[in-house]
């Protein structure tokens, strides 16, 4: 099988992108055989086995990408390709028409749904025009969200899996009258966590008398507008910044708090269910969240989570006390969490139904 990734997976800001794929290939190789990957990166599309450069070429446009893709499809005798979408042109479109005449069997993967102004999408019109047509020559798509199609490609919705062995469970906190909650995450303007920030301003404003700690590790372009209404409200005490943390560092700051954040701005790209990493690397440290979305992971039933609405709604910090009453009342949430992170959540499990899909569907031919 090939992987397909367009984007340069050197960039720091694809870390994280590089060990979603990294997990997937290795999940994919164990039920449908040897697995390769490509990223694009200095002019060279790059095909890569077990993290091990096989073969490069020189590459200027997505065009060239697409031709050399289809070379080594035949040198390497492959038979099904899983694309992680980046935007439709005719160059896309004719790749795709002519994977369709040779018979591989093709799956797209929408890492976001919708897309519109988000920076991945490089040219919006031209996009918006070709995608309608997709569907004529792809028969199967999958996305982070609950849909049942894509531009009319039957979905196969997925959730992000979770590295079992890279996020730890966290240790309980001593109780000692405070609650702290933390948000781990490179900050953009959907995480929305203004919300908590206002929502701690209208909590100390009307007598409260909790002690809420919020810490934010992470950097981002939501750190200055942050940081500005700590300012405004004189929140200084109960808003810490930490700036980027890994390893035992943010081992510790997980081990420190109580109720973990997640994302709570959906509603400003216009989306309502979704499934971020960040899910599943909270159900395997073990640490209770609030989130604001329909998220496709886990449901609002689960007492070791609280949704609140997808808006601009100001956290309400009584509620997420109440929350935190529940949840720590004896009941071992840890242990519960990280067996339904493993039981749900790692990539063997979300990959499945895409394995038997390649395993069992006709040949995508003409």
Known sequence: MLY???????????????KKIRAQCHAFEKRVGRT?????????????????????????????????????????????????????????????????????????????????????CARPVEDRYYREQLCQHVNCCTTYANYKAVFKIPCIPLV????????????????????????????????????????????????????IIFKLVGDGEQIPYYNSLVERYGLWNHVHFYGKLEGKELDNVYDESDIAVGVLGMYKVGRQSAAPIKTGEYCARGIPFIYGYDDVSVTKNHYFVQQVSNDATPIDINKVIEFYKRV???????????????????????????????????????
């Open 328 to 366: 720590y009342s004896g009941k071992d949430f840890i242990k519960d969490m990280r067996q339904y992170a493993m039981a749900n959540l790692t990539w063997d499990k979300i990959l499945a139904t895409v394995v038997k899909y390649l395993s069992t569907s006709e040949m995508n031919c003409n």
């Open 160 to 211: 992000n899996g979770v590295d079992l062995e890279e996020n730890k469970s966290k240790e309980y906190r001593e109780k000692d009258g405070s609650i702290i909650l933390v948000a781990v995450a490179i900050m953009e303007k959907w995480h929305g966590y203004e919300r908590v920030i206002q929502g701690m301003h209208e909590y100390y404003s009307n007598g409260g008398k909790v002690n």
């Open 36 to 120: 390769y990957y490509t990223f694009f990166a200095g002019h060279t599309f790059y095909l890569l086995h077990d993290d091990k450069v096989v073969d490069r070429g020189f590459a200027l446009t997505k065009k060239m990408c697409n031709d050399i893709a289809l070379e080594w499809l035949i040198k390497y005798a492959i038979k099904s390709v899983y694309i992680r979408y980046s935007f439709s042109d005719v160059w896309f479109l004719d790749f795709l028409e002519e994977l369709k005449k040779r018979c591989f069997k093709v799956v797209i993967e929408f890492p976001t749904i919708p897309y519109d102004g988000e920076h991945g």
């Open 4 to 18: 397909m990734c367009y984007s340069n997976l050197n960039e720091k800001n694809t870390v994280g992108v590089k």
